[in-house]
């Protein structure tokens, strides 16, 4: 049973344009969502986090919105750039009482390709 | 700082042999995490140690074991290889005491090949 979907297996983007990466998750127990990108031959690198008591969060090029009643959420890359091509992965952590749950349920990732 | 540290980097071993596999968190942080990527699979979560106690475990074999050291740095071992167990290790460290909304940093992986 998939809690973390990614139903996008790619996506590719002119550069400059807009990278619109979705995920759904299946876990109401999800309080904690992440992503992450991934070149190939190393480990994930972190990009933003959103907590589930914000609907949007921002960094830079990067904005991640929280639909919590429709269990999904998105990742905007803005404006998108070559350097962007790259697998990202939602994760998701549940909150457990005494706070101690550091598991995180991943989807299967997106490969982004950003053309130039 | 240095980041999450594993080592060996590639490892080629045979069916029915055993395998230990490192990593070194980052300064601080007392937290480490393991998860196996496979192109099927996806990345999915092995177990996490705090304080040298496991406080999480997925839902793998018992052929599976980790453990923590004083300083942090775990190791994760498997014995018994079988071909399915080709992956890349991944090790990722957080404090693990500030709560949930922590962010785990990865290391680099142990590309596994078993044949």
């Known amino acids: 049973d998939q809690q973390v979907k990614q139903n996008s297996p790619s996506l590719s983007v002119q550069e400059g344009r807009i990278s619109i990466l979705n995920c759904d998750y299946t876990?109401?127990?999800?309080?904690?969502f992440l992503w992450y990108k991934k070149y190939p031959a190393e480990g994930p690198t972190f990009l933003i986090s959103i907590s589930s008591i914000k609907d949007k969060n921002e960094d830079g090029r990067f904005t991640v919105f929280l639909n919590k009643s429709a269990k999904h959420l998105s990742l905007h890359i803005v404006p998108s750039q070559p350097g962007d091509s790259a697998v990202y992965f939602c994760?998701?952590?549940?909150?457990?009482?005494?706070?101690?749950?550091?598991?995180?349920?991943f989807g299967k990732g997106t490969l982004l390709t950003v053309n130039p | 700082k240095a980041g999450v540290t594993q080592t060996p980097r590639y490892l080629i071993k045979t069916r029915g042999q055993q395998v230990t596999l490192s990593c070194s968190p980052i300064s601080g942080h007392r937290s480490v995490s393991w998860y196996q990527q496979t192109p099927g699979q996806g990345l999915q979560f092995l177990f996490e140690?705090?304080?040298?106690?496991?406080?999480n475990k997925g839902n793998f074999p018992g052929r599976f074991s980790g453990r923590q050291f004083s300083n942090s740095r775990s190791e994760m071992n498997v014995s018994t290889l079988e071909l399915g167990d080709s992956a890349l290790y991944l090790c990722a460290s957080s404090l693990g005491s500030t709560g949930y909304q922590e962010t785990q940093y990865f290391g680099p992986g142990t590309r596994l090949l078993v044949l």
């Open positions: 140690y705090f304080s040298e106690t496991q406080r």
């Open positions: 876990n109401s127990m999800f309080d904690y």
């Open positions: 994760a998701a952590r549940a909150l457990n009482s005494g706070g101690s749950n550091y598991k995180l349920t």
